[in-house]
Nanobody, 117 residues
Framework: QVQLVESGGGLVQPGGSLRLSCAAS????????MSWSRQAPGKERELVAT????????NYATSVKGRFTISRDNANNTMFLQMNSLKPEDTAVYYC??????????WGRGTQVTVSS
């Protein structure tokens, strides 16, 4: 079955950086468009970034454009989210998932990112 495991979250000061990783298994990762989404307490879930199967095309939410970079390593079934110039409003649980699907079995369990001084 599909397994997605996020890592790399933590506590960082405003202006700092974090790199999230998502290890994928149980499906043919290299042919699937993948995404990162986030959800902050009391807020709706937000799609953060999407990357096509070969990595040739990416899309970002306006709120993170220019600060976050999504990438993937198909040889190792891993996806990344490089987050720079972090702001307190970036605080959320970050999830990796197959793009365009909402079923929980196609999502990871998430990793907490907290931006605070």
């Amino acid at each position: 079955q599909v397994q997605l495991v996020e890592s790399g979250g933590g506590l960082v000061q405003p202006g700092g950086s974090l790199r999230l990783s998502c290890a994928a298994s149980g499906f043919t990762f290299s042919i699937r468009t993948m995404s990162w989404s986030r959800q902050a307490p009391g807020k709706e879930r937000e799609l953060v970034a999407t990357i096509t199967s070969g990595g040739g095309s990416t899309n970002y939410a306006t709120s993170v454009k220019g600060r976050f970079t999504i990438s993937r390593d198909n040889a190792n079934n891993t996806m990344f989210l490089q987050m720079n110039s972090l702001k307190p409003e970036d605080t959320a649980v970050y999830y990796c998932h197959l793009a365009g699907v909402s079923e929980a079995r196609y999502w990871g369990r998430g990793t907490q990112v907290t931006v605070s001084s």
